[in-house]
């Protein structure tokens, strides 16, 4: 039995060094926000059924940007379409595929984020994507959905480097299980708040008597403000934030959102709770400058509407107005937790024109969280 030794041991290296390499998450250091409980990973991925894929892009000094899909499930989506809405909290941003949620209520695709200017690229793979699925050979109409940021301060996005196989090898390697936080997919390039941005997720199971319904989420995050982490103004006490000293842009940028839940809500129910989520934007201390592309995609997994049906009239169980309450708190709770935590995760990078973006300073920041009895 000797021989197996050797491999033990170096399988035990590799884990112990994968830990090592794994940035801890707000709640390690004992940073709880918001009073529900999470789901199991405390990720979008707690929602049943959903998947996320993200392909990486940071080559040479200056191409710093990505793809991150999300698929709420894995069957036809065209042909199983959720319910969905988008709330757009300000619309300084290249959302591609909002009239036709807007209108019907249904998403039909995928939902891919990347950058401003790869959106058209990201929008043809994703029709592609749909028209290769057995079942669609006589598709004539896609509405692709690509949400965005600008990662230009960080990345030389006008050499549009992110290409049609590099969103279908996201949408390939989209799995369940953890998601991989900060510099990944289409937060390579993102800063938020000053510090280096990019993907976060986090997710809440609401207790059976309200319903066991989970609310997961996953930002792209982009944009300014006065940092804020559970009510502390972190940012204040770093002293950096938007406007210090002078009028600037550094408010300016973009947030992404993109909540799921198993809840069985219409897309009326929906876009209330991305209204929602965009409060847990605010929580965090983003302003929603002029400059700035917040948006929220919000969909359901309850129930699939078929593309086409024998039936006239579709017959629905949805969640009474009286009992959407607890996930508006679970989305504002989500998305307040999932920007902090992409925060925490993302690392110092150094990209377009030699410019360098700090990670944020978590020993800094737990000492001022210490300083405010929240840690």
């Known amino acids: 039995m000797t021989h197996y030794v050797l491999p033990i041991l170096l399988l035990a290296t590799f884990a112990q060094i994968t830990l090592a390499q794994t940035p801890k998450r707000p709640r390690d250091y004992g940073i709880k926000i918001g009073v529900l409980p999470t789901g199991t990973l405390n990720a979008i991925t707690d929602v049943p059924g959903v998947k996320v894929g993200q392909v990486t892009l940071k080559q040479g000094d200056n191409i710093r940007t990505g793809v991150t899909a999300i698929l709420p499930h894995d069957g036809n989506l065209f042909q199983q379409k959720c ?166 842009r550094s408010g300016d940028g973009s947030c992404m959102m993109v909540v799921l839940t198993d809840a069985p809500l219409d897309a009326r129910n929906l876009k209330r709770l991305a209204r929602r989520a965009f409060m847990g934007m605010a929580k965090t201390g983003g302003i929603a400058a002029n400059g700035s592309g917040d948006y929220v995609i919000a969909i359901s997994t309850a129930y699939r509407i078929p593309h086409e049906s024998k039936a006239t009239v579709d017959a629905l169980k949805l969640l009474r107005n009286d009992n959407v309450s607890p996930l508006f708190m679970a989305a504002i709770e989500a998305t307040e937790e999932a920007i902090i935590n992409s925060l925490f995760a993302a690392q110092t990078l150094k990209g377009e024109q030699g410019r360098v973006v700090e990670a944020l300073p978590v020993e800094k920041v737990l000492e001022i969280m210490k300083q405010y009895d929240k840690k």
Request: with cysteine; glycine share 16%.
């Open 83 to 248: 319910p969905a809405a988008i709330y757009i909290g300000n619309g300084f941003g290249k959302l591609a595929g909002y009239s036709q949620v807007e209108e019907l209520g249904t998403l039909e695709t995928p939902v891919v984020l990347t950058n401003t200017l790869s959106v058209p690229t990201a929008a043809d793979a994703l029709i592609d994507y749909t028209l290769r699925q057995p079942g669609n050979e006589q598709v004539r109409s896609v509405n692709p959905v690509v949400g965005e940021t600008n990662d230009g301060g960080l990345n030389d996005i006008r050499g549009r480097h992110v290409t049609r196989q590099h969103v279908l090898d996201a949408l390939q390697k989209a799995t369940t299980g953890p998601v991989e936080e900060g510099n990944i997919g289409a937060g390579t390039g993102t800063v938020c708040f000053g510090f280096k941005g990019g993907i976060g997720t986090a997710s809440r199971k609401l207790p059976a008597p309200l319903g066991g319904y989970t609310v997961g989420v996953l930002v792209q995050t982009n944009f300014g403000g006065v940092l804020q982490i559970d009510g502390v103004p972190v940012g204040e006490e770093l002293g950096r934030y938007s406007f210090k000293e002078t009028l600037d």
